[in-house]
């Protein structure tokens, strides 16, 4: 809003010309959506106490868990309004990828709502069951990869140090979209469990994902590094600002002991976001690396429901795996820290295949 608004001054007053530069208005995206969070973050936090949203927790988790009954949750409400907010503010509104990301995290976000408000009703944490709740966030996935295909965007999967393998999947590009995005929403619901990890994590793969979109928008940047020139989708990189600054701010309030959750509605809206940046600036297979901390976490529910099943004994303690770290003697903040850590060098791994080709 503001690009259009301040930008056409440049022509009389030379410093309005700052405003054509991604870089500056992502860099103001992250900071309007920090101090949204700031501003607002009590405010929401208070009114969530006061209408009695408070998180229920599982009998079957850790035991250390227990005295986080009650703290209130639905906190991914903060995280939306500061992300659209930034973003609606900083991006140029006449790009329809910036809309398109807009749209699925907060399609996303009301599948998580809905879910959250269902166990608050039923006073459990049974709300959407996983038939629904996959089914849901699998329609909005395909949603956005038709409207993708409508723009003619590119159907081509490319594969980090492998520049000359590039698939053309057509159509089946849908089903690609639709496994990334709602998988990944998953991946991030799975993540978010214990004070700050999810949002820290989400954190540092928006700041990878803001400079892969911006190299795939500039046309000479992406030529040096040899990856898909796209244009318009370097606008997404305010989007992804606004992200860091949003998740910056909520972390305020998660970091341990946390004052809010975020809930379904702020970790399905935030995957389902991440996947939707990957798919944007191509980067669908190195999504596997950047979000590598989401991945391992949502492979190790996989694998202790599988040898379950299978062989009727259990991989880990307790899954997700940062649970089973908890249950072997580790506590909460060193979990998270060191997951922290983890999800900084995945992040370290990714940017270096820029130039590994």
């Known amino acids: 809003m503001l690009y259009h608004l301040l930008f056409p001054l440049h022509e009389s007053m030379a410093a309005f010309n700052v405003f054509r530069y991604i870089t500056f208005r992502a860099a103001l995206a992250a900071l309007t959506a920090l101090v949204v969070s700031l501003a607002f973050g009590p405010a929401v936090i208070a009114t969530l106490r006061r209408l009695s949203i ?4 599982r009998d079957v988790g850790p ?17 939306l309004l500061a992300l659209t907010i930034a973003t609606l503010l900083w991006a140029r509104l006449d790009n329809p990828f910036v809309w398109m990301v807009v749209a699925v995290a907060l399609a996303f976000g009301a599948i ?18 996983v038939a629904v709740k996959f089914i849901l966030t699998c329609v909005v996935a395909a949603t956005f990869a ?15 140090f492998l520049k000359n393998l590039v698939l053309d999947l057509g159509l089946f590009y849908v089903v690609l979209v639709v496994v990334i995005v709602a998988g990944f929403s998953h991946a991030v619901n799975f993540t978010d469990g214990l004070d700050g990890l999810a949002i820290g994590a989400t954190l540092v793969a928006g700041a990878t994902f803001a400079i892969f979109t911006y190299i795939a928008g500039h046309s000479l940047v992406a030529d040096y590094l040899q990856v898909a020139y796209l ?7 305010v989007f992804c600002g606004a992200l860091v600054g949003a998740s910056l701010g909520f972390l305020w309030f998660n970091s341990h002991p946390a004052e809010v959750f975020m809930g379904d509605v702020g970790s399905l809206a935030l995957g389902g976001s991440i996947g939707a940046v990957a798919i944007l600036c191509k980067q669908e297979a190195l999504l596997l690396l950047v979000g590598g901390l989401f991945v391992v ?11 379950f099943k299978l062989r009727g004994r259990r991989v880990f303690l307790m899954a997700p795996i940062h649970h089973h770290f908890e249950l072997a003697g580790w506590k909460e903040s060193k979990v998270v820290v060191r997951f922290w850590i ?16």
């Open 112 to 129: 998580g709502f809905v879910d959250d408000y269902r166990k608050l009703r039923r006073g459990s944490n049974e709300g959407l069951s």
């Open 297 to 307: 976490e949502i492979l190790s529910v996989v694998l202790q429901v599988a040898s």
């Open 63 to 79: 035991e250390s868990h227990q005295a986080k009954a009650g703290t209130p949750t639905m906190g991914g409400l903060l995280i």
């Open 54 to 57: 408070g998180q229920n927790i």
């Open 231 to 237: 244009p318009g989708v370097g606008e997404v990189t």
């Open 342 to 357: 983890l999800a900084v060098l995945f992040s370290l791994l990714s940017l270096s295949t820029l130039k590994l080709r």
């Open 146 to 160: 038709v409207a993708l295909l409508k723009l003619e965007f590119e159907t081509t999967l490319t594969f980090p």
